[in-house]
Every structure is written in C-alpha cells, then in structure tokens.
C-alpha cells in the first residue's frame, strides 16, 4: 500500500518567510510524528499527534514552530519567520498506534533551505 | 553529552566483508534497541530491535546489546554493495516507540 507522503520534497525559501509542510500518514494510522535531521544535530523529534490532538510538543525549538492534525490523517508543520539555522530535512512519521511496540513509517522528507 | 553517540564515519568496506557498527548511550532506563536503515535521500526504516540484552539474529544482520556496558552493535555479514546506507541506532525514549533518540548515523559504504 502506499506510505508516509511528504510535500513539498524540496523547498528554497528566504529568511523571513513562512513555510508550511505537508504530511499525509499511511491510511488507518492513528499516530503522527514530525522530526528533523540536520547535520549538526541528527535526527530530532519534534511532535507527536495522537488522531487530532498533540499530547507531546516538547520538541518544538521555538515559538516559530507550530503544526496542526485535521480529520486524523493529514498534518501541516509550519515554520514562522524562517531563519537559516531552520534549514535541515523535515520528516514525518505515522504508526498505527501511538503506544506500545508500534514501528514507525517515515516518508522520505521535505528539504528545507533558507537562504 | 548526548544521551546516544554514534561515530558518524565513513565507513569503507570490500563487498562480502563483515561490517561492525556501535553506539553508547547514558540512559539506563532505555529497554528497547533498534536499528533504522536509511538511504540517500529517503526516510528510515526499521531494521531490527531488540530488548534488554542479548542478540538478536535477522538473515545476515545480527544486534547485540550488552546493557551493562551500555553498549549496542549491529554486525552485517556478507556485506554487498546495496547494503551501502546510513545506519542509526535508536531508542524509545518512553514506553512508546514513536518518541526517539537517536544516534547521529555511521555511513557504510560497500565497494564492489
């Protein structure tokens, strides 16, 4: 069946702008996750969505960050007044359960550069 | 100090050569151990995980974990040219495998 679909795969943007990604969750998952993987940093975890609702935001760098569930199935993470330090692959996961031994299932990134 | 380190490489080897890849980590609440594949370009994906100590043996890939030590590895026996990827090691920071930690990634590069 299809998996984790992510859009745009790449996006260019200014310093100042606002970005908004896109993540569609592998039908019936339940779970939604956003990371980021930079260089310098590896990969980070950033929110976690279970059906609408985020119990666990506590990977949001700053108050620039924000994302949203709608419908439990697709999610928008939107990046406010972008900065260069932003630029890094943005990665969403779904699983089928938020708990217990549920394996996660990564799309293949949006590239964020800010120039 | 990060929680889980992971030497990010290059590592080169010969194809059918035996490839030997390891994290530390500090958490000794950690239970699960996994390790993700990832390719150039693509998201990761689930390899293999195991629980507490011990190894785990998955047709040429094997895990061992010795919590004692604080120490994982994942051996690839046989290594071929499409094993050619970034390898990290993770670990649920919470009884939910969503939320992770995540070593840094080794690069393997298999030459023919």
């Known amino acids: 069946g299809a998996g984790v679909s992510q859009s745009p795969s790449n996006k260019v943007t200014e310093k100042g702008k606002d970005v908004e990604l896109r993540c569609d969750p592998i039908?019936?998952?339940?779970?939604l996750y956003w990371y980021r993987q930079s260089l310098g940093q590896g990969l980070e975890f950033l929110i976690y969505?279970?059906?609408?609702?985020?119990?666990?935001k506590s990977g949001l760098p700053s108050d620039r960050f924000s994302a949203e569930r709608t419908g439990g199935s697709v999610s928008t993470l939107t990046i406010q007044r972008t900065q260069q330090e932003d630029s890094a692959v943005y990665l969403c996961?779904?699983?089928?359960?938020?708990?217990?031994?549920?394996?996660?299932?990564f799309g293949n990134g949006t590239r964020l550069t800010v120039t | 100090q990060k929680e889980v380190e992971q030497d990010p490489g290059p590592l080169s080897v010969p194809e059918g050569a035996i490839v030997s890849l390891n994290c530390t980590y500090s958490?000794?609440?950690?239970?699960?151990f996994m390790w993700y594949r990832q390719y150039s370009r693509k998201g990761p994906e689930l390899l293999m995980y195991?629980?507490?100590?011990g190894n785990k043996e998955d047709g040429r890939f094997t895990a061992q974990v010795d919590k004692s030590s604080k120490y994982i590895s994942l051996f690839i026996r046989d290594s071929q040219p499409s094993d050619s990827a970034t390898y990290l090691c993770?670990?649920?920071?919470?009884?939910?495998?969503?939320?992770?930690?995540f070593g840094a990634g080794t690069q393997v590069v298999v030459t023919p």
């Open positions: 993770a670990m649920p920071v919470s009884d939910s495998w969503g939320k992770l930690q």
């Open positions: 969505f279970q059906g609408n609702s985020a119990p666990d």
């Open positions: 996961a779904s699983s089928r359960l938020g708990q217990g031994d549920s394996p996660l299932h």
């Open positions: 958490n000794s609440a950690f239970q699960y």
């Open positions: 039908s019936g998952h339940t779970a």
């Open positions: 195991t629980y507490s100590s």
